[in-house]
Structure formats: structure tokens, C-alpha cells
């Protein structure tokens, strides 16, 4: 398993992130791109492959969302590497699962070393509850259950202030995860196998937001 957990891409130019992608893909391999929503003007998807092409140095990134056609979608399967965008985490879910693509990567994480980056709602896809999310369903999810890929629950976006801890601990006690790993701007969390490591500063909650430990090694 290789799972690499981002709040975001743009104007992120942490070394250890950049060094990490390059040694998992290589310059002439293909990154399947799953976008949250339908993006018809390719506006963010352009954001997201001009950050490849010139901070990371990789540019073969191809794009899919839930309008794809299943033989595109099936050619998620031969990527080196699968991208799961930020945007409206309940549409990301949703899409995931109307179009197959949950169980692909789930298939893909447990049994390949393929990674699969997660970036803010595709990160929170990745675990098991995915109401760690500030977003709105307004397409009416009700089932909350993530990949699983991870039993930690994972908070994006993250801000040492007095709301942020509120939303972290409500989370944990609804869905009883006890431990969850907030990142700030810029960070990242990467997972290889049952290991794992920090990226720059993570701040980890356990049973509740008294005394969070901060991890960067």
C-alpha cells in the first residue's frame, strides 16, 4: 500500500512531498486524475497538472469523473498513480462509488504498490468516516463510510484555533475514531505499507482535542 495524504496542491513546494512523488512515478508514467465534481472547463484539473508538470517535474496526467465512460474508467487500472482531487468531499464519495472507482482503488491500495494521493476530500475518501468533511450533502449521502484504506480519521486544511479542535472533537465522538491526524497547508502523510511518516508538521488527536501532539518526523 502507498497512500499519500495532502490538504493541497497549489503553491506547495515542500520538498519531501516532491521528492516522494518522484521516486513512486516515474517522468514517462501516466497519474489518472479523479475529479470531485465534473470540471467541463478542465479549470482545476489545469491547476492540478501545471503543478505536476512544473514543481514535481511529472506531466502525464489524465482526467476522469463521474460522466466518464467505463472504458476510461477501466484504464484507471493501468496508471502508475491515481490523484483523487480536492472539491465537495460527499460528491467525490458519491462519484466514487456510481462509477466503480471506490472499489478500483480499494483493490488497488490492498494489493498493488500503486499510490493513491489524496488531496483534501479525496484524502478523507480514503478513511473510514468521511464526516471529518466541512462540506455541504447536498446530494444526500447517508451512508459515510470512506475506503478504509486508513483507521485514522483525517482533517484537512488545518488551523490551530478553537473551531478547528470543536470539529475535530465532535468527530471523534460521533464516530467513535479515536485517533485523528490533522494537517495544515503545505504538509502531507504518507503511508507505505503499515508504516507511516510526516511530511512537514501533522497534529494528532487522540480521544479528543486536550493536548494534541505535534508529529514532523
Known sequence: MRLLFLSNTRDNINKEIIEQLRSWIKADEKIAYFSASPDPSRKYFSEISDWFENIVGLNNLFYLDANSPASEIAGLQNAAAVFLSGG?????????????????IHQLATTTEIPIIGVSAGGICLTRDIRAARDENDVGVIDHKGLGLVNFGFYPHYIPDETRR???DSFIKLTGI?????????????????????????VRFTNGTHNPEILNI
Open 88 to 104: 465537495n468531499t460527499y460528491h467525490l464519495l458519491q462519484a466514487l462509488r456510481d462509477t466503480g472507482v471506490a472499489e478500483l
Open 166 to 168: 470543536a470539529e475535530i
Open 178 to 202: 479515536s485517533e485523528v491526524l490533522a494537517l495544515p497547508d503545505y504538509s502531507g502523510i504518507v503511508i507505505t505499507g503499515n508504516n507511516r511518516s510526516f511530511l512537514g508538521e501533522v
